[in-house]
């Protein structure tokens, strides 16, 4: 059967609210006593005590990682079908965003006072960014190619990844990551201003050691009207988005000392917005990165891995100019266990290179060299971890990043620790050469960062309530101008002599039987501390208060959960005139998953259920209430 778009609206509508009901339904029978006769061991497990990678380059658990590290798996991405990784992480505790729009239009993120320029975001291990506007193009990414998320909280990644790291680290692993059994899927959702998707997903794995991923989506939406009435080069009209994905993701196991892997993420889109009093414009953008590696574990705990990857961000405004950034990296990491904790070493290449038509970028390439040497100790009573790093930077010269940190485990519940790290990022090339705002005599920007927890975890719940703050000289600032109605009308780039960060973050999750429920609370105050005309001030985007809670409930066949986020008033700029003053919002999601059958799951979200009017950005529309449903089918 075949449905108009505004038949097919009205009735999507209906099957969302009746998709609803379904859930509440089977949670309320969840909990009679004809179903209290399910085994435990079909329940569902939360495993609160996860491995990751990022943290160290190596894997250890989060309970023996010293900074602050939050993980988005696999079971949470089913929650973001049909978006972004941009959505997936402005939900995360301790980062804050703004857009200007729709899906896939202009946005960033930051992260303890940092903006997304010094958050470091890696995709399989190689660097995804800008290297005129900085920052990764988050916003493009789809989470339905995306296995798995991990933030790595402070400047800590600066003395393990270099530049851009200062101010966190975010990784992405592509679909396939981890297959485990061969199964096909195929995927067809729909939601709010007539967005559709559907795509398709293999994964092969045999006995000789051979895992093979393969994804594909296309995602489309009519989108809203992005300005407001009082925005400059207001437009009323609503702002279309259209992206093709694919991941592909492919192991060898060749023997037991010996592995070797491609994968790749690509994504291209084109993104409606508005230029001028009248007139609808489009930019058309590709995104992505690929790598391959080959790993030699000599020894159990020791291995040499050598990778190379390549990454693109390309974005051609059809009314103006052509960005090009071009990445090649090659990483040589090595990891030797020692008779006391693990030594990690590496040597890094990494070439960039933008290719524009806009004038007046003097230096369009540059190249950074680097090494690195770490120690790590992960043990029942002590944590411990050291590294140093040097990079020679072809366009700013020779910089030195290094941290130390450690903990203490009072008993297998109770951990205190502290860290410090120095922090350094070079300017993008917009910053510097970009018509009209850049500037050539920009310095590169350096940190001191101190990081102060206490974290206790039980087979119930994992709570951590870090402190730190954070000292950055030469901060790198877009001074942006609006008059008297709110209309940008300019800006440019310039060093804050200095800038402080102090903060708490609250964390605690928590698995009671089947439910789950916990939240996050952060306080930030991130100050101009120069001493000259803005002295005192709130930097932009950094609102002082930030919270989420959440309640779950989770079986077998059903996960179901509703959140409360609260983000508090913030400054769009640093002069913190009123018409730079972004008022508070709270915003109510609720999201599930329901196994219809052994085959067929449902899964549907329904974001700002309240309806709420509120802004990211003077100036710019957010959405109301929508939703988004799809299924999917699975052959084993």
């Known amino acids: 059967m075949f449905l108009s778009r505004l038949s097919s609206r009205t009735y999507l509508r209906l099957s969302i609210l009746s998709a609803l009901g379904l859930l509440a339904a089977n949670t309320a029978m969840a909990v009679t006593p004809e179903t209290t006769s399910i085994d435990n061991v079909e329940m569902p497990q939360v495993e609160l005590d996860k491995i990751v990678v990022t943290a160290t380059r190596t894997p250890t658990k989060t309970s023996n990682v ?123 959702g729909v939601g709010s201003n007539d967005q559709y998707t559907y795509g398709a997903a293999a994964q092969f794995a045999n006995n000789e050691g051979t895992t093979l991923s393969l994804s594909a989506s296309h995602n489309e939406t009519n989108g809203f009207n992005a300005k407001l009435p009082s925005a400059y080069g207001f437009n009323q009209d609503n702002d279309g988005y259209e992206s093709d994905n694919v991941s592909l993701a492919l192991n060898q196991r060749i023997n037991e000392q010996w592995s070797t892997g491609v994968s790749a993420l690509y994504s291209k889109s084109t993104i409606e917005f508005d230029n001028g009093a009248t007139r609808d414009d489009y930019s058309d953008q590709e995104n992505g990165a690929a790598q391959a590696f080959v790993d030699w574990r000599y020894l159990p705990g020791s291995s040499v891995k050598l990778q190379y990857g390549h990454s693109i961000d390309k974005l051609d405004n059809k009314f103006g100019d052509i960005f090009d950034t071009k990445q090649d990296q090659i990483n040589l990491i090595g990891k030797h266990r020692l008779p006391v904790g693990q030594a990690i070493y590496g040597l890094e290449y990494l070439d960039q290179s933008l290719d524009t038509t806009a004038s007046g970028y003097n230096i369009e390439d540059r190249d950074v060299k680097s090494a690195f040497l770490g120690y790590l100790l992960a043990n029942n009573q002590f944590d411990a971890q050291a590294n140093i790093r040097f990079d020679d930077n072809s366009q700013h010269g020779d910089q030195t990043t290094y941290n130390l940190g450690g903990a203490y485990h009072f008993n297998p519940s109770l951990r205190i620790g502290a860290n410090y790290a120095k922090g350094f990022r070079a300017p993008d090339f917009n910053e510097l050469y970009y018509p009209g705002s850049g500037n050539p005599r920009l310095n590169a920007e350096t940190s001191d960062n101190y990081e102060a927890f206490i974290e206790y975890e039980t087979l119930l719940q994992s709570t951590r309530l870090t402190g ?108 913190n005139t009123d018409a730079q003053l972004v008022d508070s919002y709270g915003l109510l999601n609720i999201s599930g998953n329901y196994q219809l059958t052994n085959n067929l799951t449902m899964t549907a979200r329904l974001n700002n259920v309240t309806n709420k009017k509120y802004i990211t950005l003077p100036g710019y529309n957010t959405d109301g209430t929508n939703f988004f449903t799809s299924l999917t089918y699975n052959w084993f």
């Open 468 to 575: 730190y703050h954070n000292k950055v000289d030469d901060l790198i600032n877009f001074n942006a101008l609006y008059d008297s109605d709110g209309k940008y009308i300019g800006g440019s780039y310039e060093n804050i002599e200095q800038t402080k960060t102090k903060g708490v973050s609250l964390t605690s999750d928590w698995v009671i039987n089947n439910y789950l429920l916990g939240g996050s609370y952060d306080y930030q105050q991130a100050k101009d501390d120069s001493g000259k005309a803005n002295d005192g001030n709130f930097l932009a985007i950094r609102p002082e208060h930030k919270g989420l809670v959440y309640m779950g409930y989770r079986l077998p066949s059903l996960d179901i959960r509703a959140e409360y986020q609260y983000v508090d008033d913030y400054y769009s700029g640093t002069d």
């Open 66 to 188: 010293i900074a602050q590290t939050r993980v988005v798996d696999s079971e949470a991405l089913k929650r973001y079908q049909g978006q972004t990784a941009l959505e997936i992480l402005q939900r995360q505790p301790g980062i804050s965003h703004y857009s200007n729009g729709g899906m896939g239009s202009v946005s960033k993120i930051y992260m303890r006072g940092y903006e997304g320029k010094q958050i470091l975001v890696l995709i399989d291990g190689i660097r995804y960014s800008s290297l005129s506007a900085g920052g990764a193009t988050l916003s493009l990414l789809p989470a339905d190619q995306i296995e798995r998320i991990e933030i790595l909280y402070g400047a800590s990644g600066s003395s393990i990844y270099g530049a851009d790291a200062m101010g966190g680290v975010v990784q992405i692993f592509t679909k396939g990551s981890n297959v485990e059994k061969s199964q096909f899927s195929i995927t067809a």
